[in-house]
């Protein structure tokens, strides 16, 4: 038994009491890391977020899917807003068409109302996407990192197809170079 023990401790590189030492983040990572920080507390702001709050699944109509609530996540608060503030959008929308009908009493309209709440969706689905982006970079940047160190000094015609498509996968990303 004790042999099994040593034996998984040298195959996993811990020594006895000890933990072992976690990778430290690289620099593009870490930018990574901070830009959709910015990011996120910059969606926190227009939406009034808090994390660790409780989120009900919103269906198309603006009401709640169920009565179950779960832990919501930045992306899922989000698209409720982003449901909610389209759904305002054409409310304003319609009212201003009816502006314009004679026999229509538009309560509290201004064209104005229209255009803030048009506004906020467009941000919204930037915002969204803006995310989307973002986290995808985060996921895939230090691979990118290593690719780049790798074929950096390589010539065209010396590198391998696969070399050459990681390269237009990261370039793809935006990633290749990694930014400073």
């Known amino acids: 038994m004790n042999r099994l023990l040593l034996l998984a401790a040298v195959i996993t590189g811990c020594a006895w009491g000890q933990a072992a030492k976690p990778t430290p983040e690289s620099a593009v990572h870490?930018?990574?890391?901070?830009?959709?920080?910015?990011?996120?507390?910059?969606?926190?702001?227009?939406?009034?977020?808090?994390?660790?709050?409780?989120?009900?699944?919103?269906?198309?109509?603006?009401?709640?899917v169920d009565g179950k609530t779960h832990p919501c996540t930045i992306d899922e608060e989000l698209s409720d807003h982003i449901k909610l503030a389209e759904i305002d959008?054409?409310?304003?929308?319609?009212?201003a068409k009816c502006y314009?009908?004679?026999?229509?009493?538009?309560?509290?309209?201004?064209?104005?109302n229209l255009s803030q709440k048009t506004d906020l969706f467009k941000k919204l689905l930037a915002a969204q996407d803006e995310l989307s982006v973002l986290t995808t970079k985060l996921r895939y940047v230090d691979i990118c990192a290593s690719v780049y160190r790798k074929t950096i000094d390589k010539k065209a015609g010396d590198m391998t197809l696969r070399d050459s498509e990681q390269v237009s996968e990261c370039r793809s990303?935006?990633?290749?170079p990694p930014a400073k």
């Open 89 to 95: 959008a054409n409310i304003a929308l319609e009212a």
């Open 173 to 176: 990303l935006d990633l290749y």
């Open 100 to 112: 314009y009908r004679s026999p229509c009493d538009p309560s509290e309209l201004s064209l104005n």
């Open 30 to 64: 870490k930018h990574a890391r901070m830009e959709l920080a910015q990011l996120i507390q910059a969606i926190q702001k227009m939406i009034d977020w808090k994390p660790g709050g409780e989120c009900n699944s919103i269906g198309p109509d603006g009401a709640a």
